[in-house]
């Protein structure tokens, strides 16, 4: 038998080209985590923050947050009058008492907590 060069060639392109079964349906996409700011947490979260707004939850949270890590008592300032302050405890073993104040039409509302400091720096309210 003798085989034509042309036909060799155009078998094997031919042959690289054909499904050789059904394709595997392809895995659904995975969504992203979104990546923004942690959900507040600690006395925010209750309570006493539940007459905020969700802006400003966040301002308090992070004020919370930043009070925290520095050891320093920490204002934050919302919209229509709202304010308020955290005041920290001492660093006992990587957790921290603390106070946060709120001021609604002028009156005061505090709430107090405990937080600790995990291993990848945030804090478990």
Not at 7 to 15: G, P, Q, Y
Not at 69 to 80: E, F, L, P, V
Request: with cysteine; hydrophobic share 35%; proline share 11%.
């Amino acid at each position: 038998m003798r085989v034509w060069p042309g036909v060799v060639i155009l078998t094997f392109i031919v042959a690289g080209c054909a499904p050789t079964g059904p394709s595997p349906a392809a895995p659904p996409p995975v969504a992203a985590a979104p990546q923004g700011p942690p959900s507040p947490a600690g006395v925010i979260a209750g309570p006493l923050g539940a007459s905020l707004s969700e802006a400003d939850r966040q301002t308090a949270f992070d004020t919370q947050v930043d009070a925290l890590d520095s050891g320093q008592r920490k204002s934050w300032k919302g919209k229509a009058g709202v304010f308020g302050y955290v005041e920290p405890g001492v660093d006992a073993g990587g957790c921290r008492d603390y106070t946060h104040t709120l001021y609604i039409d002028g009156r005061p509302q505090s709430g107090k907590g405990n937080a600790c400091r995990q291993a990848n720096g945030t804090w478990k309210f």
